[in-house]
């Protein structure tokens, strides 16, 4: 529950959960009588403390959205460079020096004023507590400052060294305080200092708190692969715009992403409730599909494809998840030439790509893929699929420098530790390859692929057992996905089952022809296609 209303343009909510807190903290400081006062204070004061982030952001060309919470306050708004970001984290406490200063110098000139009580607040608020903002806590502006500092030094992310420094710094001035006998200040650093702490689970990535700027929606969140973070952020979303669909789309994402698949279909079919959405269609299809329910799965594909041209990124989108690549190879080759933007047109150039990869032709999708990079070369996402394509054309040395620097940009992406993994595999190095793969695993429990990537990993390094167990906690509906009809012939082989074993490809090459072909680069299929006979009847593609 929230109370709701646009300010300047800028939507606005404040949950009940905030004036409860306030509340709180004002009988803490003060008393009954003076309450209301408090309350219009401190709301006040935090909402221009998250007005000074939302004016960077809008002079930035971002629309933003601001939110009072428990905790304090939020501004959410499309990532930013560190530079630019590090501008819109200072801006908040930068309001409220400004208001605080301004209330100073006015009771400098007037004792009366000096020794009123919610002028002393007012005060407290603004200055003390934008003072207190800058100290580099985790997760609060100073935090997120210290954070772009050391991503410009080092020119990549390191959420670690970040809030190592932090807290160094933070340490630094509570020892500065009992120093010079300041006990009452070091006591509040050391308060706010354990209360962030335990606010952020003492994890690593930055979490919005008290005054603080939000720098992920839920669909950055989505994109830097923090898909469970996404759908809590999307439930909050939920709860404040109960009426808007697009936190129920974007949690369904997540939830998709995350693998929970029966979950994801309840809200895309939500979503469809209020009529056709092609995101919702495209999502609702593929988890059918994983769940086994091709029919239905085909006709919410069916239902997409019918609609007007302009949808060809999601359609596209859509034939991928269904493993028709040929026939969404084929729609590209029409919808290209008649591209309306140069966006439009790299999307379809990109998904042209992963279409000729997935066909099992590396070498023209490697063209159309670097295409995409020198038009757009920071998309960790290009790098990405860049690198499954070099990895089909055995340059794992090349492969491994690419997708440890797509990492550098998304630490936390599963796919990219799951592709990381894979070059180590392929390479000869399972025990390296262990590590990544389990972590991506471990981030999408229900995926299958992430599943069966791991198993393959598992059984080249002979633990059977635990590869074994991995496939039987499968669900049977998941049995003839691609990747893991892969993983079971890697199974078989490892077992001596040689005939299985190539059935089992036989089945993965034939939804993926791409498979194909690495198995035909594998090690751990080396002795199986020792047998010319055996390879043949993989029918493995001839690199185009």
């Known amino acids: ?40 204070i401190a709301t006040l004061s935090v909402l221009l403390h998250e007005m000074g982030h939302a004016t960077f952001y809008g002079i930035f060309g971002i629309s933003p959205s601001i939110r009072l919470h428990g905790g304090g306050g939020l501004t959410f708004g499309r990532a930013l460079p560190p530079a630019k970001h590090i501008v819109v984290a200072a801006a908040g406490p930068a309001m409220g020096i400004i208001v605080g200063g301004i209330v ?22 603004n200055l003390g507590w934008s003072l207190i903002n800058l100290l580099p806590f985790p997760g609060v502006d100073g935090g997120n400052i210290v954070n772009d500092v050391v991503t410009i030094v080092l020119r990549r992310p390191s959420p670690d060294l970040g809030r190592a420094v932090g807290l160094a710094i933070v340490a630094l001035v509570f020892v ?55 759908f809590n952020a999307s439930r909050l979303a939920m709860v404040d715009q109960p009426k808007d669909l697009a936190p129920i789309l974007t949690a369904a994402d997540s939830l998709r992403l995350l693998g929970r698949y029966g979950d994801a279909e309840w809200g895309y079919s939500r979503v469809l409730e209020h009529g056709p959405s092609p995101r919702a269609l495209r999502g609702r299809s593929a988890v059918r599909r994983r769940l086994g329910r091709t029919i239905e799965a085909d006709e919410d594909l069916h239902m997409l494809l019918s609609l007007p041209p302009d949808q060809t990124v999601m359609q596209a989108a859509a034939l991928y998840d269904a493993n028709r690549f040929e026939e969404g190879y084929k729609l590209l080759g029409q919808a290209l030439p008649v591209a309306e933007s ?44 860049r690198v499954l394509t ?16 797509a990492l550098s ?34 981030a999408r429990p229900g995926d299958p692929r992430a599943r069966a990537e791991l198993v393959v990993c598992q059984v080249q390094l002979g633990m059977v057992g635990e590869a074994t167990a991995a496939l039987e906690t499968l669900p049977g509906y998941v049995l003839h996905d691609p990747f893991v009809a892969y993983a079971r012939a890697a199974l078989a082989a490892g077992g001596g089952a040689a005939d299985q074993a190539v059935a089992f490809l036989q089945e993965a090459s034939g939804q993926r022809p791409e498979l194909g072909l690495r198995a035909g680069l594998d090690p751990i299929f080396q002795a199986l296609f020792a047998d010319p006979a055996r390879r043949a009847a993989i029918e493995v593609p001839i690199t185009r």
Do not use: C
């Open 390 to 405: 070099l990895i089909d054309l055995s340059r794992l040395d090349e492969a491994r420098g690419e997708i440890v620097h």
């Open 409 to 442: 940009m998304k630490p936390q992406h599963p796919e990219y530790h799951e592709t990381l993994g894979l070059v180590e595999r392929m390479a000869g190095n399972p025990a390296a390859g262990l590590q990544a793969l389990t972590f991506s695993a471990e």
């Open 176 to 230: 500065a305080a009992l120093a010079i006998g300041q006990v009452y200040l070091a006591y509040i650093i050391g308060f706010f200092a354990v209360f962030q702490m335990f606010r952020t689970g003492f994890r690593t990535s930055p979490k919005a708190g008290a005054a603080s700027v939000a720098v992920n929606s839920p669909g950055q969140l989505i994109m830097d692969g923090r898909y469970l973070d996404a």
């Open 104 to 125: 100073l110098l006015a009771t400098m000139s007037s004792p009366k004023l000096a020794g009123n009580t919610m002028v002393q607040e007012i005060l407290w608020i």
């Open 342 to 385: 140069a966006e439009t047109a790299y999307a379809l150039l990109t998904f042209k790509g992963m279409f000729e990869w997935a066909l099992g032709w590396p070498t023209v999708a490697l063209a159309h893929i670097e295409e995409s990079l020198r038009a757009t070369p920071d998309r960790p996402d290009l790098h990405q699929l």
């Open 1 to 40: 529950m929230a109370v709701k209303f646009k300010f300047l343009g800028i939507p606005i909510a404040i949950g009940m959960d905030f004036f409860i807190v306030m509340a709180v903290l004002g009988l803490f400081w003060g008393n009954l009588e003076d309450l209301p006062a408090w309350l219009v």
